[in-house]
Structure formats: C-alpha cells, structure tokens
C-alpha cells in the first residue's frame, strides 16, 4: 500500500488548508490512520489520529482548530486545518497506525506570520 499526500502549500497566519491522504489500495483490516508533522530542526510528531470506529484525538497545540476524517470507501484521510499559525509550519505525512505500517511522502505547510 502506497500513501499520496496532497494538500500543502503557503498560507497566511489563520487561514487554512486541507490535506488528504489517499491509500493505493484498500487497506485491509482498517487500522488507525494519522497525521503526524515534522517541523525544521525537531522530532516527528503525532499531530491527530482517527480510529476505525471515527473516534479521535489530538495533540494539544491543535486541539479546535485540526479535523481528521477518514472515509474508508475512498481509502483516504484527511486533516483540516483552520487558524492555521507560524508554529504549524511543517512537513505532513499521514501514516497507518500498524507494525510497518506506511508512510505517506509528505506534503509542506508553510504559515507565514
């Protein structure tokens, strides 16, 4: 299973953006699906993650203003991102939560204050 991001791109400090991640194939046993973000000089990490079942969670910093939804007829994922900051900064890369589970190329946010 390969994963496509697309989404990224410049914008400014509130505005907002969409991402979406779709999956080559149908990937079977649906698991969890993510978005995690790596930032210039920092650590992956976990930015939303959406169960099977719809249910979610969020890291704290975009908590109201990140939506992950996941639709598996499609195979895809997305993330909406409102009030978008400087801080949001990052490359994207949607991933299915499993052992060796795939990672999607990445897609760049770049928030301009």
């Known amino acids: 299973v390969q994963l496509q991001a697309s989404g990224g791109g410049l914008v400014q400090a509130g505005g907002s953006l969409r991402l979406s991640c779709a999956a080559s194939?149908?990937?079977?046993?649906?698991?969890?699906m993510a978005w995690y973000r790596q930032a210039p000089g920092k650590e992956r990490e976990l930015v939303a993650v959406?169960?099977?079942?719809?249910?979610?969670n969020y890291a704290d910093s975009v908590k109201g203003r990140f939506t992950i939804s996941r639709d598996d007829a499609k195979n895809t994922v997305d993330l909406q991102m409102n009030n978008l900051q400087p801080a949001d900064t990052a490359v994207y890369y949607c991933?299915?939560?499993?052992?060796?589970?795939?990672w999607g190329q990445g897609t760049l946010v770049t928030v301009s204050s």
């Open positions: 991933h299915v939560v499993s052992p060796g589970g795939p």
């Open positions: 194939e149908t990937i079977s046993d649906p698991n969890a």
């Open positions: 959406i169960l099977s079942g719809g249910l979610t």
